[in-house]
């Protein structure tokens, strides 16, 4: 059977990550937090975080093989109920959600430039497209994976080469820490802001969802999460600087569609109008990604469970379709009926419960004596989980606080995955009698 390449893994990873957030919660963050410094630290701690996280999850899935991601992981490090519900906030939210925001995006950036096309329906047509693609073949799902991904950071680099050679005058910033910085980097305004962040770097576990379609997992699999966090790190610092650099704090402040107004202040409309074409179909990739890793989620759930047997089904090609459907109707649905900022801090929430117990549970991997004799081993450990744990942690509080409703709806999406677990356990064991 054929398998994913390390290439491709990487490029899953990079365009997970690369997407909505880094494009839309700078003006979030400008609503509380003025000091480029502590803007940069934003990108600088939520990538240190993500690198940790990539770490742990590096060890987790070189000694428990198998696609799933934390469904796998809970599945056998707690307890299968903890399994599902980490396989069910994944497949309804960890992916239908971010594809969402992302394709919300993508509507947004292109009405931008076109105003006659509705951003709503773009969104929808773009999450069928790939839907679509993604149901044929692995080989087609690759090629397209690697095309999109290579294109990415291609038009990345571009925006910010054009930005610097070609723009304005540029802004003065400061990137020194001023007096009252300290504070504001123990303020709630920066946990806050923190939450965005984390969530633009969500995706730097995505190739552990394919960990048994991947070449060579035990050594592959921690250089694709490492290298590909890694880039993304530097990526997201470069774009924060020439978002900084090129366009005051005041016209960016709340708003969405950032690319597009640093653009059209630093280049002018026409070219403006250009560059945000360009940054819409950067965000392609980013859905293609999830559309590509997240089903596989489904697909073991319905492999383990009954209840949900039919989302296991492959077609001709080996490719979980039945699963790459129903994510992209769940998609759909978010587009529909949800404001962008609640689906980002309700997933936000959610996905960071998911992670926090993932990383937790390599203590308990290796508590249990779990290691496979030769596989890697976190680097930096423990303090490499221990950071990403108490920067999640401090960010999920910190929801619970300012956001409520938000957090207390993604406790409820987490009481009902148990409750699932527990009728479908109840079914299997009807039918066993």
């Not at 990487?10 to 400008?30: D, E, K, R």
Request: aromatic share 12%; net charge positive; charged share 10%.
């Amino acid at each position: 059977m054929q398998k994913f390449s390390k290439t491709t893994g990487i490029s899953v990873v990079v365009a997970n990550m690369v997407g909505t957030g880094v494009f839309t919660s700078l003006g979030f963050q400008l609503l509380g937090i003025q000091s480029p410094f502590v803007l940069m630290m934003l990108w600088f701690i939520g990538g240190l975080t993500a690198l940790c996280g990539a770490l742990t999850y590096a060890e987790l899935g070189a000694n428990l093989p198998r696609s799933g991601g934390e469904y796998n992981f809970l599945s056998r490090l707690y307890h299968p109920c903890a399994g599902f519900i980490s396989g069910w906030v994944s497949a309804t939210v960890g992916f239908a959600a971010p594809v969402a925001l992302a394709a919300m995006t993508f509507g947004a950036y292109l009405s931008a430039v076109f105003p006659s096309i509705l951003p709503t329906w773009s969104a929808v047509s773009l999450v069928i497209l790939l839907t679509a693609i993604h149901c044929l073949s692995r080989q087609t799902s690759s090629s397209v994976q690697q095309a999109f991904t290579a294109l990415k950071i291609l038009l990345i680099l571009v925006f910010c080469a054009v930005i610097f050679i070609w723009g304005g005058t540029p802004q003065a910033i400061d990137l020194m820490p001023q007096a009252g910085d300290e504070k504001l980097l123990l303020s709630g305004a920066f946990a806050v802001s923190l939450i965005y962040v984390n969530y633009a770097y969500t995706g730097w576990n995505a190739a552990t969802y394919v960990t048994s379609e991947l070449d060579n997992p035990q050594r592959n699999l921690p250089i694709v999460l490492f290298v590909g966090t890694g880039i993304v790190m530097l990526l997201y610092l470069l774009l924060n600087f020439t978002f900084l650099s090129a366009a005051p704090m005041s016209i960016l402040e709340g708003k969405l569609e950032v690319g597009v107004i640093v653009a059209d202040h630093a280049l002018g409309e026409n070219a403006g109008r250009a560059m945000g074409a360009m940054l819409a179909l950067l965000l392609i990739s980013t859905v293609s990604a999830m559309t590509m890793a997240g089903p596989r989620v489904l697909q073991v759930i319905g492999e383990d469970f009954k209840l949900f047997a039919t989302l296991a089904r492959n077609n001709k090609h080996g490719v979980p379709m039945t699963a790459i459907i129903f994510q992209g109707l769940l998609a759909i649905l978010f587009i529909l009926s949800a404001t962008f900022e609640s689906v980002l801090i309700f997933s936000s929430f959610v996905l960071g419960v998911n992670t926090l117990f993932s990383v937790l549970g390599v203590f308990i991997l290796r508590w249990r004596k779990m290691n496979i004799a030769g596989a890697y081993k976190t680097f930096a450990y423990p303090f490499a989980p221990l950071i990403y744990l108490g920067v999640t942690l401090w960010t999920l509080i910190y929801v619970l606080i300012s956001r409520p409703i938000e957090g207390w709806i993604g406790i409820g999406m987490i009481t009902f995955g148990a409750l699932l677990y527990y009728l479908s356990a109840n079914k299997a064991q009807d039918s066993g009698r």
